[in-house]
């Protein structure tokens, strides 16, 4: 028979927030189904065999068999990720609950029926440890159990053994080690409840993360697919309020932070070379003093600017982009004042007849962007585990990135850029197929 001492190992474990480290990526959903239906079974035929049920073990099956259902509802949709998810919180579950088991019936299962006056004195030192081990873990994590009663049991079972009444001993025993199963339940909902009340703070905190990576992917121009994603998730935080569901989304998101970092260190690459690029063209028809100095300065800030990139500091990054446009603005105001306006009235009707031309071709370019980024996106999920296809759809963004900054001063040059992509992704293609 085991000692309590295993009911005390199982519940410090489950006092401490765990995430699930076993993949099952080459498992079929029809062989995730029938182990989970058939841990299920087993654990069901276990419960049946006991005289009695704690309302622990009873929610923990509950639990379990509702993961493993709806499991089986993902697997009749083809949802890959949803039916493992499923099925690694069922097992968790029935793991827990086959412990439990073990647990309570070791301790239920205890013979008392014994006449021997030192087996059952060994019998209620044990008792007294398993006891103490508890108050010990109540203390510890400020769980108010009175033991005053647990503590008389214990002492009238000790004097009716001094007095030879074995009968009464058992009895009196009895008693006692049901309040050791009560007390062990109550610590463990306890604790199951500040598990789950954890979760929820984490998952708050995931959430507020989560509207200031919305709020920098806006300000950096990233794509709506990103954006659209890191909603998704936003909104089923939100509504999640199981510890184990939130462990896994929070995984999911992840997932959604890396992709993310990676297209923020291309535009914030893209926006470094379109602002040297404004500097290198506003240099070269300097007007003053003045804007020689605006430059220099707006210089040694894109070299600032350059480090907190490679830092990852983006909140800094977007921070010190807005300082140089401010300085560069000012730099166009004067170069655009100084300059001649006598040609303007004999320029605007040849402007205006170009413009109409101008903005429709931009309009088209504009969708040729749209629509390669969605296939970039697409893509870059179905080849994270080829590590050469990854790096050329790594180049594509950056290439894309660059398309995007030449559209307004070279649509030809944007367009020549989108070709290169396509190339790439045909490419990515036949690697991939």
């Known amino acids: 028979m085991k000692p309590l001492a295993f009911i005390l190992f199982a519940l410090v474990g489950s006092m401490i927030l765990t995430i699930p480290m076993q993949a099952y990526a080459d498992a079929q959903l029809d062989s995730l189904l029938r182990i989970a239906n058939q841990a299920r079974d087993n654990i069901k035929i276990r419960l049946s065999q006991l005289e009695t049920v704690p309302n622990e073990i009873s929610k923990l099956y509950e639990q379990g068999s509702a993961e493993t259902d709806a499991l089986a509802k993902s697997v009749l949709e083809g949802d890959v990720t949803t039916a493992k998810q499923h099925f690694l919180s069922a097992m968790k579950l029935f793991k827990d609950i086959s412990n439990e088991i073990s647990s309570y019936v070791s301790v239920a299962a205890e013979t008392l029926s014994s006449t021997d006056s030192s087996e059952l004195k060994t019998i209620i030192i044990r008792i007294e440890k398993d006891a103490n081990r508890l108050k010990a873990v109540a203390t510890k994590n400020n769980i108010e159990i009175d033991f005053i009663e647990f503590d008389n049991l214990i002492q009238i079972a000790k004097q009716n053994l001094d007095a030879g009444n074995v009968d009464e001993v058992n009895k009196t025993l009895r008693v006692a080690k049901q309040f050791i199963l009560d007390a062990y339940n109550s610590i463990s909902e306890v604790a199951k409840q500040r598990t789950t009340d954890r979760a929820k703070v984490f998952a708050a905190k995931q959430i507020e993360s989560l509207d200031k990576l919305i709020s920098q992917a806006k300000d950096l121009g990233l794509s709506q697919d990103i954006i659209d994603n890191l909603q998704t998730a936003k909104e089923k935080l939100q509504k999640i309020s199981d510890a184990s569901q939130i462990v896994l989304e929070t995984k999911g998101i992840n997932t959604i932070r890396e992709k993310l970092s990676a297209s923020t260190v291309n535009r914030l690459n893209a926006i470094v070379k379109q602002l040297e690029s404004k500097l290198d063209n506003l240099n070269k028809n300097l007007q003053d003093d003045d804007s020689g100095t605006?430059?220099?300065?707006?210089?040694?800030?894109?070299?600032?600017?350059?480090?907190?990139?490679?830092?990852?500091?983006?909140?800094?990054?977007?921070?010190?982009?807005?300082?140089?446009?401010?300085?560069?603005?000012?730099?166009?105001?004067?170069?655009?004042?100084?300059?001649?306006?006598?040609?303007?009235?004999?320029?605007?009707?040849?402007t205006n007849k170009t413009v109409g031309n101008a903005d429709s071709e931009v309009e088209r370019i504009k969708a040729k962007i749209q629509t390669t980024e969605e296939q970039l996106n697409n893509l870059s999920e179905t080849v994270t585990q080829n590590k050469i296809a990854t790096k050329w759809i790594a180049r594509a963004f950056s290439l894309l990135e660059d398309a995007k900054l030449n559209l307004d001063t070279s649509p030809e040059k944007t367009m020549n850029t989108l070709n290169e992509v396509d190339k790439i992704i045909r490419m990515v293609q036949k690697l991939v197929s």
């Open 294 to 350: 605006k430059i220099k300065t707006a210089n040694d800030m894109i070299v600032e600017l350059k480090q907190l990139v490679l830092d990852n500091n983006l909140k800094g990054a977007l921070h010190k982009i807005n300082s140089i446009n401010e300085i560069l603005n000012t730099i166009k105001v004067q170069t655009e004042a100084t300059n001649d306006t006598s040609n303007s009235v004999e320029t605007t009707d040849s």
